[in-house]
């Protein structure tokens, strides 16, 4: 292996068995026997169901509202509006917090998109709500809707993200020159647990159980936007049933529910409906990305350009960085992006996994296989003769990059030197194979955190913080860290999460959570251990007349560093003999931005798909047969769930290459295909094997454990190698996905 990036001076090089060991999640078992709680599981004395009333138009006004017959109803108790919902408020910008809508739910009577909330009706029972809400009539005065997937609007502004370098005359002067225009669909977030809130208002405090991957920004904007301080509000998210983006900021039925418990000093809860997670919870935007490629004739990148545009809705800015990787990922001179927002009479998009870089990377690295195709060059040796250890968009080294061995050892797993580069030249028995590979990167980043261990007088620890877990095993990470800092047992550890009442913790988003915890998590076990070994020093017999730092704990036990193995005192007798209940620490991490040396260096995760597609001809059916993915994403913590994540994230890869499309009725601005009859989701039939491999090197720039997020980029690349890998099968160059039955029927490949 090379050695590139920043060297690893400081990190620990020894750790516990149970940091990289492939681990069971700790929650698994209360999941498995449904004692998990999720938000739509909690119930209270006169608890009461909310359910919207939607728009059926995409732009227009409400010209009337007869809410009558609903209020007449049996079991309704009332129907919320413009006209009674009461005060809801904005929040204030840089206060961290965040509203996915700009717009408060029924600030007004104007409407911006298909299925957005005019009303609530509330009922004794759920059916009884269902019922009222069906009963509200709303007329409208409607126009015509603009929700056109072509995005060449001239009236936009268009803003430049990143340039360096004479572009221009980079490509005109190039020898080999590519100009395509690549575009993603939209693609709706389908978590199995969809959105949902149960609201209390006791009179002065609200408690909003939440499906949040934020509890304490959910907490923060909760707090401003109904108008009361935070110290009266409290957020839970015990379990999540995934989010995948779409549950990192509030969305409107959040403030509608808590606004519904205070008006009528009730319990509230309010589930959104699948169809409403079309329309009302945000989804990836469509994209629209023009790439310019120039290159010398040996492969060698001269000039790059990304020219991108995404919709947004009338009440938010939703910018998709389709940019974020392009700066760095290849080395050229020359350089520009650019990026623009078009409005649409759409719900607001938001981050979805990967967001920006996934979509991004699929133009980009569609143009790399084309411009390889042009050179007569293997698509490996083109990303290796273009790879870097230097960001160029800021000049700075990587703290840790090895997208070369990823290259190289994806290659030799995926056998790709029997690769044949002519088009329908590989064949098993009738069905054509193709191959194809696309590089991948995510951003690593660190936040600030804090985190509370709690060692007790039974033996056991716990830790607590008011992060969550959506899925990906942060229960587990928890639990892994204090037992190496304690050598406690995984069993004798309690993690509790998803909890503002807790010391805060971070948000579940940009791949962000796991380095961002650790430090935290380990600056307070440290901290409770020393508390014990001061105790131990002061207070057992068998330690008299040690100092704390001659002493140590290692596997639950007490011991003395000059001879470890002798006469170790168990946790729980050094507490006893104490007469102490429990040791108990706070601690801390900062940002990457607080760190003076990290601050020097570029830090990203880097990887590679290689992919093996199915053409038959006879039949037109096309399948993905196998997926090798290699990953440089530093010291992977938990291998189980971690290889989880990337074969997740692929099978997401799947979706977006061959089948998610959200589409909207030009005519009044409906997504059609609001269900899961009528939109595609990769299931187990459409999955192959899929090798995930780890590289496994430490970053040191990400603390001690040199631990990278991982759960987005398994997600990047995927698509381009597959559509790499269609062309290889079919002939066919696919630039817009999904790839479509129509698209294959114009392969000459039989």
């Not at 126009?143 to 268009?158: G, I």
Request: charged letters at 20%; proline letters at 6%.
């Amino acid at each position: 292996m090379q050695e590139n990036g920043a060297k690893q001076t400081e990190a620990r090089t020894e750790f516990s068995p149970v940091i990289g060991a492939a681990l069971p999640r700790v929650d698994g078992p209360v999941k498995t026997t449904g004692r998990a709680r999720y938000a739509a599981d909690y119930s209270f004395p006169g608890l009461v169901h909310a359910v919207p009333v939607c728009a059926t138009i995409a732009r227009g006004t409400i010209r009337t509202m007869d809410t009558s017959a609903a209020e007449k109803m049996p079991g309704v108790v009332a129907v919320l509006h413009h006209g009674n919902i009461g005060p809801l408020f904005h929040t204030v910008p840089g206060s961290h917090a965040g509203l996915n809508e700009e717009r408060q739910p029924f600030e007004d009577q104007e409407i911006y998109y298909w299925g957005q909330y005019v009303a609530l009706a509330v009922a004794k029972t759920l059916e009884q709500a269902q019922a009222a809400a069906a009963a509200v009539r709303v007329m409208y005065d409607a126009e015509a809707p603009d929700v056109s997937p072509v995005l060449d609007d001239k009236d936009v502004k268009t803003m430049t993200t990143s340039k360096r370098g004479d572009v221009g005359g980079g490509f005109s002067g190039a020898a080999v020159k590519l100009d395509e225009t690549y575009g993603t669909p939209v693609e709706t977030h389908n978590p199995m647990e969809m959105h949902a809130t149960t609201a209390v208002w006791d009179g002065q405090r609200f408690t909003l159980y939440e499906s949040t991957q934020g509890v304490v920004s959910h907490w923060n904007t909760m707090a401003q936007v109904l108008g009361v301080p935070k110290e009266n509000v409290r957020v839970v998210s015990r379990f999540i049933g995934s989010g995948f983006g779409g549950k990192l900021d509030p969305w409107p039925h959040s403030a509608m529910a808590a606004a519904a418990a205070r008006k009528l000093n009730r319990p509230v809860k309010l589930m959104v409906t699948r169809q409403m997670m079309f329309w009302d919870v945000g989804h990836r935007p469509r994209t629209q990305q023009q790439m310019r490629l120039g290159a010398t004739p040996d492969g060698k990148l001269v000039s790059l350009e990304q020219h991108y545009r995404n919709p947004t809705s009338f009440v938010g800015n939703y910018h998709e960085n389709c940019g974020e990787a392009t700066p760095f990922l290849y080395s050229t001179p020359n350089l520009e992006v650019t990026s623009a927002l078009v409005k649409r009479n759409i719900g607001t998009p938001c981050p979805m996994r990967g967001p920006g870089a996934v979509p991004g990377l699929f133009a980009l690295e569609s143009a790399m296989d084309e411009l390889a195709i042009q050179l007569k060059m293997d698509p490996v040796e083109l990303r290796l003769k273009n790879d870097t250890l230097i960001d160029e968009s800021n000049g700075r080294p990587f703290s840790s990059r090895h997208l070369k061995e990823c290259l190289q050892v994806g290659a030799e797993r995926f056998g790709w030197s029997k690769r044949t580069p002519e088009v329908g030249s590989m064949r098993s028995g009738d069905t054509v194979l193709g191959w194809g590979v696309a590089a991948a990167s995510w951003g690593a980043w660190r936040g600030g955190c804090q985190a509370t261990v709690t060692l007790k007088d039974d033996g056991t620890a716990r830790v607590s913080c008011a992060a969550q877990d959506p899925g990906m095993g942060t229960y587990t990470i928890f639990a892994q860290i204090v037992s190496d800092k304690t050598g406690l047992p995984i069993a004798k550890i309690e993690v509790l999460l998803g909890d503002s009442d807790f010391v805060p913790g971070a948000t579940s988003g940009g791949s962000t959570l796991t380095a961002t915890v650790m430090p935290a998590i380990a600056d307070a076990a440290n901290g409770a251990v020393r508390q014990v070994l001061a105790l131990a020093a002061s207070r057992v017999k068998a330690f008299e007349g040690k100092k704390p730092d001659e002493l140590m704990m290692n596997g639950g036990k007490v011991h003395l560093k000059a001879s470890p193995g002798l006469n170790p005192v168990p946790l729980e007798e050094v507490l006893r003999a104490a007469k102490v209940s429990y040791a108990s620490a706070d601690g801390r991490s900062g940002g990457l931005g607080s760190d003076t040396k990290a601050r020097d260096y570029s830090t990203h995760s880097f990887g590679v798909q290689f992919v093996e597609v199915g053409w038959q001809p006879s039949i037109a059916r096309l399948r993905v047969n196998r997926v090798v993915t290699v990953m440089d994403a530093g010291r992977i913590i938990n291998l189980k769930t971690g290889t989880n994540q990337i074969q997740g994230a692929v099978v997401m890869g799947i979706g977006m290459a061959l089948l998610e499309q959200t589409i909207y009725d030009p005519r009044n601005g409906h997504p059609i295909n609001d269900n899961f009859a009528d939109y595609l989701v990769a299931t187990n039939a459409d999955v192959p094997a899929i090798d995930v491999h780890f590289l496994g090197i430490p970053d040191p720039m990400m603390g001690e454990y040199g631990a990278r997020g991982i759960g987005e980029i398994g997600l990047a690349g995927v698509a381009p190698a597959i559509t790499a890998a269609v062309y290889h099968a079919t002939g066919v160059r696919v630039r817009e996905l999904p790839v479509k039955i129509e698209d294959l029927l114009r392969s000459t490949v039989v």
